[in-house]
C-alpha cells in the first residue's frame, strides 16, 4: 500500500503525525510505501535567525494566544516522547529542507532525513533553512547533497494546491483515501486497514479530520 504525507517540518502537528505514522506502519500487518511530500505552511518564508515565539506572536495576535497555542501541542508531543522547545527554535524557510528529504528519498533515507530535521528544529533549536546548517544535517543523515530536487520539490508543490491541501499533515492513501490531522497511532493502524479493505471494490472512504491536530494556511 502507497500512503503519501503531505508535511512541512516547521509543523509541530506534523512531527507528530510523521511520528505516529511510523509507529503506524510497524504495527499495521502489510507492506506499506510511504512517500513524504511537501508543503509550506509559508511559502515566503525566509531564514533569518528571528525566534520563531515572536514570528508566531505577529501571526496570532499575542504572547499570552501564542503562549497557550505552543503549550498545548507541546504536552501532547511529550506524551508522545518528543521534547518541542518553543523556546528555542527558530523562523525558516523549508524549500531547502524539502529538497533535502527529496534527496535523502533517493537512497530510501527520507523518513530518518525528516526526523532530524524535525528534531533541529523543535528541540535543537537550529535554522533549518540555513544552508551551512543543512549541510551539516545531511552528513549526519549520509545524505550527500548534490544540488538536485528543487524542480521536483516545486512539482510536489504544485500538486498539493491541485489536491486542495490547505492543512498538514495529510495522509493520502492508495491517492484515494484521505485523512488529514495527527491522528492517534490506532487511527491510523485502522485507517490502513480499511484502505486495504476498501481498495479491492474501489470505494472511496470518507475523509476523516482531527478537531485541531492540523496546522493550515
Do not use: N
Amino acid at each position: 500500500m502507497k500512503v503519501e504525507i503531505f508535511s512541512d517540518v516547521v509543523c509541530p502537528w506534523c512531527y507528530i503525525g510523521h511520528h505516529r505514522l511510523q509507529q503506524a506502519v510497524r504495527l499495521y500487518e502489510g507492506d506499506v510505501e510511504v512517500a513524504r511530500r511537501p508543503f509550506q505552511l509559508d511559502p515566503d518564508g525566509v531564514s533569518s535567525g528571528e525566534p520563531l515565539l515572536s514570528a508566531l506572536g505577529r501571526k496570532f495576535g499575542g504572547e499570552a494566544q501564542v503562549a497557550q497555542m505552543t503549550g498545548r501541542v507541546a504536552g501532547v508531543a511529550a506524551q508522545d516522547g518528543l521534547d518541542l522547545r518553543f523556546d528555542r527554535a527558530i523562523a525558516a524557510g523549508t524549500f531547502e529542507a524539502h529538497r533535502l528529504i527529496w534527496l535523502a528519498g533517493r537512497a530510501g533515507r527520507d523518513a530518518e532525513m525528516a526526523d532530524r530535521l524535525f528534531r533541529a528544529h523543535f528541540t535543537d533549536g537550529l535554522d533549518i533553512g540555513d544552508p551551512a546548517t543543512l549541510g551539516r544535517l545531511a552528513a549526519e543523515t549520509g545524505v550527500e547533497d548534490t544540488g538536485e530536487g528543487a524542480d521536483e520539490v516545486r512539482a510536489d508543490l504544485a500538486r498539493a494546491r491541485a489536491l486542495g491541501v490547505r492543512s498538514v499533515p495529510l495522509f493520502l492513501f492508495e491517492e484515494k483515501f484521505a485523512v488529514s490531522g495527527a491522528q492517534p497511532v490506532e487511527t491510523l493502524v485502522a485507517a490502513l486497514r480499511e484502505v486495504e479493505a476498501r481498495t479491492a471494490g474501489d470505494r472511496r472512504a470518507p475523509e476523516t479530520a482531527g478537531e485541531d491536530g492540523a496546522c493550515a494556511v
